[in-house]
């Protein structure tokens, strides 16, 4: 009997030994994993915020380029109009007429292409963010939103100080929220948007949060397939090793929530 109780004991130990190896091979190689995946979220991190970084100079150099050849050539085509209307006056009445007529119609698309031209130049590159500063910029994109929403009421709050953050931070605010605005133009169907910017966060003092909540339609997060708008949003956040959730559901609105680290 005791010869069988040995035995017996001799086998759990052999069973125990066996599992803390196996035990021990299995933390190795989640240890391993994970610091692999660290590795892989990193470079991910590091690509999305290059990718983010380029996107912004290509948008700075087309902005440019818009401002420089064809804002200056529908300034001289302006100039050139008025002349040739000005000419018109030593013609016979019904020629005059007709080139008045004309040039008139010319003048009106030019200035109606000039100003489309800096509607689309101050999107590929808000420079207001320079001048003003972020909260400037941020109140002139959400008037721009009023005036193409009339009946949806857009409000900015802030809490704390934005002036320590820099310009990739500020960027990358300005066209989440921009991003956001858009969004709600296209599907919500709102009559109250709320933005909330605190620095710091309630939750933690080395972030800053942003939230823009709307009443609108909603949609189910769990069926819905997100669109470039949403992945955008998120992959800036990223970008900046912060987080961004999108909480909604059917007839109760959308919550958007980034937190960012600011330090």
């Not at 440019?64 to 050139?80: A, G, K, P, Q, Y």
């Not at 016979?92 to 130049?121: F, G, H, M, V, W």
């Amino acid at each position: 009997m005791f010869q069988a109780f040995n035995d017996l004991m001799q086998q759990l130990k052999k069973r125990g030994q066996r599992v803390r190896e196996h035990t021990e091979y299995l933390e190795h190689l989640v240890a391993e994993r994970t610091i692999k995946l660290r590795t892989v979220n990193k470079q991910k991190q590091i690509l999305i915020r290059a990718m983010n970084q380029r996107l912004e100079e290509e948008r700075k150099y087309i902005a440019r380029e818009l401002h420089d050849e064809l804002n200056s050539n529908l300034i001289v085509m302006r100039i050139t109009s008025d002349y040739i209307k000005k000419l018109s006056g030593s013609l016979p009445e019904k020629n005059a007429n007709q080139i008045i007529e004309n040039t008139e119609t010319l003048l009106d698309l030019i200035d109606r292409t000039y100003n489309s031209a800096r509607s689309i130049i101050h999107r590929l590159r808000p420079e207001i963010i320079d001048s003003l500063g972020l909260i400037g910029a941020l109140q002139e994109l959400i008037n721009n939103t009023n005036n193409a929403l009339p009946d949806c009421s857009i409000n900015l709050m802030v809490i704390g100080g934005l002036d320590c953050l820099d310009d990739e931070m500020n960027m990358v605010i300005y066209r989440i929220i921009q991003e956001s605005l858009l969004n709600i133009m296209k599907y919500s169907y709102a009559t109250n948007v709320d933005i909330h910017l605190s620095n710091p966060c309630d939750c933690d003092e080395n972030q800053m949060c942003l939230e823009v909540c709307d009443d609108g339609v909603g949609f189910d997060t769990n069926e819905t397939e997100y669109g470039i708008g949403i992945i955008s949003i998120r992959e800036r956040a990223v970008s900046l090793n912060g987080n961004a959730t999108i909480v909604s559901s059917i007839d109760k609105g959308c919550r958007v929530a980034v937190h960012l680290p600011v330090n």
